[in-house]
């Protein structure tokens, strides 16, 4: 199971941003340069990240993008349902459709556990908890 590379994005992203308390505004130029993600890519995701009202966008020179929230009211799952990459509940592992007790994939009572925590994970871990971990972004 790996996430889709717009949610990865978007989570880096958005915690770089968190991490940076400092500054209220960061633009794209400067998101794109240090977290290495291409610019045009990178303004369609904080499109759709302002759209789904967790980030702020300010035209101008002086412009940029900032939270809309706190970091700790903005959790990883917020930022993967903006992206539709969330693990759905009867989401096969083995990408057959949907699984569920009625009619399962070989793996399913195996990946039951797993798949549970992962979504806890998600909606559990804000941008705050998540944000400066780590030495990579």
């Known amino acids: 199971m790996q996430l889709s590379n717009t949610s990865q994005y978007a989570i880096r992203m958005l915690a770089y941003m968190a991490d940076k308390k400092d500054s209220p505004l960061i633009n794209a130029t400067e998101l794109a340069k ?39 009211d903005i959790k990883v799952d917020d930022i993967l349902n903006v992206f539709h990459d969330s693990i759905q509940e009867e989401q096969c592992v083995l990408g057959i459709g949907f699984c569920n007790g009625m009619c399962k994939c070989a793996l399913h009572d195996q990946w039951m556990e797993p798949k549970l925590l992962l979504q806890k994970m998600f909606r559990e871990s804000s941008l705050e908890d998540i944000a400066g971990k780590g030495c990579k972004i």
């Not at 303004?43 to 002086?62: H, N, P, Q």
């Open 34 to 72: 240090v977290l290495q993600i291409p610019y045009k890519f990178l303004t369609k995701i904080m499109t759709e990240l302002v759209k789904a009202d967790l980030v702020v966008s300010m035209r101008g020179r002086e412009g940029g993008y900032s939270l809309s929230k706190k970091a700790s």
